[in-house]
């Protein structure tokens, strides 16, 4: 069976990709893993894209996994684009799934606002009790102070730029829910237009939250991608 490993996104854990993980390991040896600071992983110092992907590589490397398939999420996709401009050995594909990929300092600030936890707390009751026990014991407001400030990092200097995806050899495929109001169809089709080997999909009914999306459409794709 060939192995696929899943990334998820900002804010998030290996928890809400438990479907996903469900429908593709019928056809593949699966692992989820969880970024630091996620999913009730310990606090680094900081986050970034760095580290979430140097982390990753080095879990690859313990397990001697190499050439594998990476599925990432939003920020999931965005390390691994990171990782295989880096450690171009562990990948071998990598398929994303609503990734933004433009940061400036404009967009930093915009994204930033919906990670106030003061304003989840009133205005989204719910969603701040999920994320406290998604990410337990460690403080999901503290999870949410250190993705501003990485998005903030992002947008004064972004991690990948226009001159790195040329560099970027591994086959890829941009999904994008024709859905998404996080992320556009110009920026994805601008990283489309700089990687060597790369495919578009984008999928119909499907919004950015991972809750929402079609977990068999996105294995379908998988498939078609990667083969079995």
């Known amino acids: ?58 879990w690859l490397q313990a397990h001697q996994l190499q050439s594998v398939t990476i599925v990432g999420y939003s920020m999931g996709g965005y390390v691994a684009l990171y990782m295989a401009r880096h450690w171009p050995q562990l990948v071998g594909r990598i ?14 600030a915009r994204e930033t606002q919906m990670l106030l936890p003061e304003k989840i707390e009133q205005k989204l009751p719910a969603f701040a009790e999920t994320l406290r026990q998604r990410h337990a014991p460690q403080d999901w407001k503290q999870v949410l102070h250190q993705t501003a400030a990485m998005m903030r990092n992002m947008g004064a200097q972004p991690p990948l730029t226009t001159d790195d995806y040329p560099h970027i050899a591994c086959p890829t495929l941009l ?49 078609r991608f990667a083969g079995v």
Request: aromatic fraction near 6%.
């Open 175 to 223: 999904m994008l829910g024709d859905r998404d109001k996080m992320v556009t169809t110009t920026e994805t089709l601008h990283v489309y237009g700089h990687l060597p080997q790369v495919q578009l999909a984008i999928l119909p009914g499907t919004p950015h939250p991972i809750e929402q999306v079609d977990a068999s459409l996105v294995t379908y794709m998988v498939q």
């Open 95 to 108: 398929i994303t799934l609503g990734t933004k990929f433009h940061w400036d300092e404009p967009t930093a």
């Open 1 to 58: 069976m060939k192995t696929i490993v899943l990334l998820h996104g900002a804010i998030g854990a290996a928890s809400q990709l438990q479907p996903l993980a469900d429908a593709l390991s019928v056809h593949y040896k699966v692992h989820s893993l969880n970024f630091d600071g996620h999913g009730g992983e310990p606090l680094p110092d900081e986050f970034s894209i760095a580290h979430f992907a140097t982390k990753t590589a080095q």
